[in-house]
C-alpha cells in the first residue's frame, strides 16, 4: 500500500489545517490507520489512530479534544482536523497503516506502510 500524505503548511497559533492521506489500494480499508508526528530532534510520537471501520479513535493526550481522526474508506483515505493549533504542534506529520495489536496501535513498529510526511508549522 502507498500513501500519499498532504495538507500541510504554515498556520498562527490558534488556527486549523486538516491533513489528508490517500491510499493507493481498496485494501487500504482492512487497516488500521494512523498519524504519527516527528518534530526536529524527537521520536516520532503516537498523534491519531483509528481501526477498522471507523471504530472509536484513539489520541494522544496532547491533541485530545482539538484534533480529530477520520476516515473515508470509499475513498481510501484518512484525514486529520487539527483545531486550536499550538507552536507545540510543529512537526513532519506521518500517516501509516498497519494491522497492529491493540497494545501497538502507539507504536511506530506497529504500522507497515507509511506516506512521505507533511510538514505542519505553527507560528506564535
Known amino acids: 500500500v502507498q500513501l500519499q500524505a498532504s495538507g500541510g503548511g504554515l498556520v498562527q497559533s490558534g488556527g486549523s489545517l486538516t491533513l489528508s492521506c490517500a491510499a493507493s489500494?481498496?485494501?487500504?480499508?482492512?487497516?488500521?490507520v494512523a498519524w504519527f508526528r516527528q518534530a526536529p530532534g524527537k521520536e516520532r510520537e503516537f498523534v491519531a489512530g483509528?481501526?477498522?471501520?471507523?471504530?472509536?479513535?484513539y489520541y494522544a493526550d496532547s491533541v485530545k479534544g482539538r484534533f480529530t481522526i477520520s476516515r473515508d474508506n470509499a475513498n481510501n483515505a484518512v484525514y486529520l482536523q487539527m483545531n486550536s493549533l499550538k507552536p507545540e504542534d510543529t512537526a513532519v506529520y506521518f500517516c501509516?497503516?498497519?494491522?497492529?495489536?491493540?497494545?501497538?496501535?502507539?507504536?511506530?513498529?506497529?504500522?507497515?506502510?507509511w506516506g512521505q510526511g507533511t510538514l505542519v508549522t505553527v507560528s506564535s
Open positions: 501509516g497503516a498497519g494491522r497492529p495489536i491493540t497494545s501497538m496501535i502507539r507504536e511506530p513498529s506497529g504500522y507497515h506502510y
Open positions: 483509528r481501526k477498522v471501520y471507523n471504530s472509536n479513535p
Open positions: 489500494e481498496r485494501t487500504f480499508s482492512s487497516y488500521t
